[in-house]
C-alpha cells in the first residue's frame, strides 16, 4: 500500500534555530500533502495545504513565515520551523493524497516528527 | 466550518468488554467519515471508513462503525476488546471536494488485562 515517510521522526534544536521536517511519498506520487500539528490531549489541527507546484494554503491562525512549506516534486514536501522557539514544540505529522485521486479518498499518514525545542 | 466532536477523552476497559466510541460532526451537506488509530509509538492507520451505502461499515481488527445520519454521528464499536487495542482513536470528517480531513480531538483507549 501506499506508504509516507518523514525524517527526522524526532529532533532536538536549541531556540532560535531552524528546523526542517521532510515528509516523502514512497511509491506514490502525491499532489497534495498536508501538515498537520498534534498537542498533547488535543486534536490534530490542520496547519496547511501543500500542493506541488504552488504556494501552500495556510489555516487561520498559522504564520506562514514561520512554518514555511515547500512542495517540490510530486513525492516530496518540507515544512521548516523557523526561528523555533519551545512552544513550537509539537509533535507534525503531513499526510499525502496521490495522485489524481481528489474528493472522496484515502490519505496516507507519516509516522510524524517530534520536534522539541530548547 | 466543520467540527467533530469526541465525547470521550479517556475510556478504560478491561479485556472482552465492549466498546463503544462517539464522534458526532456538525457539517450538514455529503460527508466521508473516517476512524484512525494511532496505536502507541506508531503513526495513524486507517481503521475503517464510510463514504456512501451501507451505514454500517466493517473494519480492520473486528471494528465497525455506523454512520446515522439524523444524528450526525459516526459511532465506533468492538463487542470485544482485547489488551492489543490500547490506543488513541480519532474520528474524521471530510466534505466533498477537494478538502482536508478535520479531527476530532481523540479518545485515548486502555484495556486492562
Known amino acids: 500500500g501506499a506508504v509516507v515517510s518523514q525524517h527526522p521522526s524526532w529532533v532536538i534544536c536549541k531556540s532560535g534555530t531552524s528546523v526542517k521536517i521532510e515528509c516523502r511519498s514512497l511509491?506514490?506520487?502525491?499532489?497534495?500533502m498536508f501538515w498537520y500539528r498534534q498537542f498533547p490531549k488535543k486534536s490534530l489541527m490542520l496547519m496547511a495545504t501543500?500542493?506541488?507546484?504552488?504556494?501552500?494554503?495556510?489555516e487561520q491562525g498559522v504564520e506562514k513565515d514561520k512554518f514555511l512549506i515547500n512542495h517540490a516534486s510530486l513525492t516530496l514536501s518540507t515544512l521548516t520551523v523557523t526561528s523555533a522557539h519551545p512552544e513550537d514544540s509539537s509533535f507534525y505529522i503531513c499526510?499525502?493524497?496521490?495522485?489524481?485521486?481528489?474528493?472522496?479518498?484515502?490519505?496516507?499518514f507519516g509516522a510524524g516528527s517530534r520536534l522539541t525545542v530548547l | 466550518a466543520q467540527s467533530v466532536s469526541q465525547h470521550n477523552h479517556h475510556v478504560i476497559l478491561s479485556e472482552a468488554a465492549s466498546l463503544e466510541l462517539g464522534c458526532n460532526y456538525s457539517y450538514g451537506g455529503t460527508v466521508n467519515l473516517f476512524w484512525y488509530v494511532q496505536y502507541p509509538g506508531q503513526h495513524l492507520q486507517l481503521l475503517l471508513k464510510y463514504f456512501s451505502g451501507d451505514p454500517l461499515v466493517k473494519g480492520i481488527k473486528g471494528f465497525e462503525a455506523e454512520f446515522i445520519k439524523s444524528k450526525f454521528s459516526f459511532n465506533l464499536r468492538k463487542p470485544s476488546v482485547q489488551w492489543s487495542d490500547t490506543a488513541e482513536y480519532f474520528c474524521a470528517v471530510k466534505d466533498s471536494g477537494n478538502t482536508p480531513l478535520v479531527f476530532g480531538k481523540g479518545t485515548r483507549l486502555s484495556v486492562i488485562a
Open positions: 511509491d506514490f506520487q502525491a499532489t497534495t
Open positions: 501543500s500542493n506541488e507546484g504552488s504556494k501552500a494554503t495556510y
Open positions: 499526510s499525502a493524497r496521490a495522485h489524481g485521486d481528489t474528493g472522496a479518498n484515502v490519505l496516507t
